[in-house]
């Protein structure tokens, strides 16, 4: 095997051991990689839905502006 033939030769860096003392702290970290936060105005609560829908006792759900319907659709061709 031709990477073991200079083995004794090579200087050999020891792998990082990190003594963790938090592991909920840790476990939280984790969790939250990758995490994107996002603010929009206040504003918004005015215009994501219709104000004047009717209940027609179908059980359908919620009717969205458009303006919201393309907030949604920009945040995802941004992300």
């Known amino acids: 095997m031709p990477y073991k033939l200079n083995e004794s030769k090579r ?3 020891p792998k990082q051991r990190y003594k963790l003392s938090n592991w909920s702290e840790y476990n939280h970290a984790l969790k939250n990689r ?18 004047d829908r009717v209940y027609d006792g179908t ?5 969205y502006t ?3 319907i393309l907030t949604c659709h920009e945040l995802r061709v941004i992300f």
Do not use: F, V
Request: charged residues 20%.
């Open 11 to 13: 200087h050999h860096i």
């Open 59 to 63: 059980g359908s759900s919620q009717h």
């Open 34 to 51: 990758g995490r994107i936060d996002l603010w929009l105005s206040d504003d918004i609560e005015t215009w994501w839905t219709h104000s």
């Open 66 to 68: 458009d303006q919201a």
